[in-house]
């Protein structure tokens, strides 16, 4: 079985012992390896990790998702506290500029790219390439998304990438299968929830049984639909369980609540898949 942690999210824990922001960085252990999945926004995942017990400096593998400066800013913290782990990332995200326009005027959200050159000797950059790491029949795989025939996430257009519009194309996607089972991680789904899936299923050749991650949905856009039509369909026939969160907007999150088999995660939560 494979387990995930949320170091980090939007939403605060229960007992508001841990850290939260307008992030997300997640622990996970599988085929016999420790992983995390992005880095949050400040490095306050790093703190939250040692209170729930995940040492940073043990992980084997760093993967950022895409270039996002809520996924890579805390960067800067894993470096300091892990010296051997292979840093998997899009060669865009050192190459390209990240913008938003979210706050009425365009802003930078960039990763600090000086401290990625600087370190560039821990990175494996993928192109159109995939990382994989087997045991047996159970892999981890990270790559781009190869697939665009559904709608991607309304939320992107507010989002620029060398002043073009952005559609996700340096996102890594990644793919657990464990145990007979593919789970699906996208911290953003920023390619789009029924693309992400059909990319994954013909990668592994197995259909998703567990979606974890973002859908970017912006707060205010109650409609699912929001993240393109396919949302409602991909959730009801495509995806057994779902465990979404970070950037999947609060009036979103409280219908999907209704739905069978949604579950929104905060920050400490487990996922088993």
Known sequence: MT??????????????????EHGLSIYMEACGKKFLIDTGLSGKAMDNARALGADISQVDFLILSHGHKDHTGGL?????????AKIIASRKIAELDYTSDSRGIRHSLNPD????????????FLDRNLMEVRDGENQVSAGTCD?????????????????LPYNGDDELIITVVADGR??????????????????????????CSTFVGGLHMIDGEGD??????????????????????????????????????????????????
């Open 147 to 163: 697939t665009d025939a559904y709608e991607r996430p309304r939320g992107n257009r507010l989002l620029h990438i060398n002043g």
């Open 113 to 124: 790219k000086d401290l990625i050159m600087k370190n560039k000797d821990r990175f494996i």
């Open 182 to 207: 593919m789970t699906v991680i996208s911290p953003c789904s920023h390619s789009g929830l029924m693309n992400i899936i059909k990319c994954a299923e013909k990668r592994t050749g197995m259909e």
């Open 76 to 84: 800067w913290r894993f470096l300091e506290e892990n010296k051997s």
């Open 224 to 273: 699912l639909d929001s993240a393109g039509p396919s949302i409602r369909e991909s959730i009801r026939h495509t995806i057994k369980k779902m465990h979404t969160g970070h950037c999947t907007g609060k009036t979103a999150q409280e219908r999907l609540r209704a739905m069978a088999g949604v579950e929104v995660f905060r920050t400490g939560d487990v996922i088993y898949c």
């Open 3 to 20: 387990s995930l942690r949320i170091l980090i999210d939007n939403t605060p824990d229960t007992d508001g012992r841990l850290h939260s």
